[in-house]
Each structure stands twice: as C-alpha cells, then as structure tokens.
C-alpha cells in the first residue's frame, strides 16, 4: 500500500541532467527542459507477494530521479534512473541490491502530518544526503509549471513507472517497475524545500535548476515488479 506519496519536481537545463546519467539513458524533456525530483514514499504491508498483511513491513522512502528514455531493441522506453535511495528500513537496505534490486542507504526520517499539512525532514546515517520539506494540500497546480494542467503533470509522472537504480557499477542498473491498481494524483503547494542533492552546485550550478511543480498520491494498492538489468554492452 502506498500511504502516502510526494513527488517534488524540478526542471533542469538538459546538459546538466545529462552528465549525471549512465551512458544507455537520455533526459526526457518537458517543452525543452529535463525533468528531475524526489519521490518521498511511505509504503505499508510491504511483502513478497501471497503473504498475508501482517507479515508487511512499513517504512519511509526518499529516492531522487531523473525523467529519461532509452531505446529496447527499436522501442522507445520511458522511466526514471534513481542515483540514490534512502530508507528507514533497516531490513530494507539490507535486502536492497541482494533480495531485490536497487540499493537503498539507511536514513533518519521525522514527518508530521496535520490538517492536510506535511512536514518531513531526512537524513542518511552515512551523512552525504538529506531532504527537507513542508507542503500542504492544494486545489491547483503552480501557475509557473511547465505542465498547462494537473492531466498533463500526471500524464507525464505515470510513464515514469519503470525505475532504473544505480548499482556500484557505473554503467549498470537494477530496474523495477510499479503496477498501481489506480493512479490518481492531486496538486501539492510546497511552501519549503531543500536536497543536498539538487541544492549542489558542483551538480546544479546556478540557474540550471528550478522548482517546477509537487505532486501527491494516497492510498493506493501496488505490486513492484522486476525488470531487466540494463547494462552498456
């Protein structure tokens, strides 16, 4: 069950979302911008699939991505590729990379919610990543979006079902992809937030980066499947 999901979207001048992919993916742009963000993701009753409920683990989730495509065999695929994932799972980051794939790193998470109010703030135990938030429902999307309407936003965020994580093989990735029972997004105004990812100008030098628009999805019945390892030949 997805509990609760944020998706915080940023535009990013496509040569610099370019030098941050593996050699197999390219950004996916928007009216001439790549796209980029941070999935923040409380997941519950997670479990191998035909186990019962309360065998299900609940845990809180960061993963930052970037919107690309790549080419299957003449096919045209969309997805995300994710450099890095945080968990509060213990388990989760033990299991991450060996059980299932996509590398997760343990991370600290405090998150208040409140009258349609969120507040969250990460940070990883290894000290390199942290997030920090706070949102509260909205009735409409940015006016400065680069989406014309929440159905364009949420169009566009639903092709990015197929996830591509980074492994210790810089031209290797482990993929799984998210089936939903419904998809059904609603606008998110985000009043404040940081990453330590997209806030590094090494990375982002400034004016390659803006916020663009924040996204939310709540209880929603899901599978995580396995794709293929994508790997350079």
Known sequence: MIDRRMLVNFRVRPDVASQLLPPFFRSKRVNGWAMAGICLIRLKEMRPQG????????????????????????????????????????????????????????ATFEVKEHNDEFHLQMRSRDGTTSVGLNARRAAKMPAASIFA??????????RGAMGYSATDKPDCCDGLELHTSKWQVEPLEIQWVSSSFFDDPSLFPNGTIQFDCALLMQNIEHEWRVLPRLERK
Request: net charge negative.
């Open 51 to 106: 186990f019962p409920a309360v065998c299900g683990l609940t845990s809180e989730n960061a993963a930052h991505r970037i919107a690309v495509e790549w080419d299957d065999g003449g096919i045209v695929r969309e997805g995300v590729y994710i450099p890095r994932r945080d968990t509060s799972s213990a388990l989760q980051a033990f299991a991450g990379g060996r059980l299932f794939p996509g590398v997760h790193h343990v």
């Open 149 to 158: 309407s929440l159905a364009d936003a949420s169009e566009f965020f639903s």
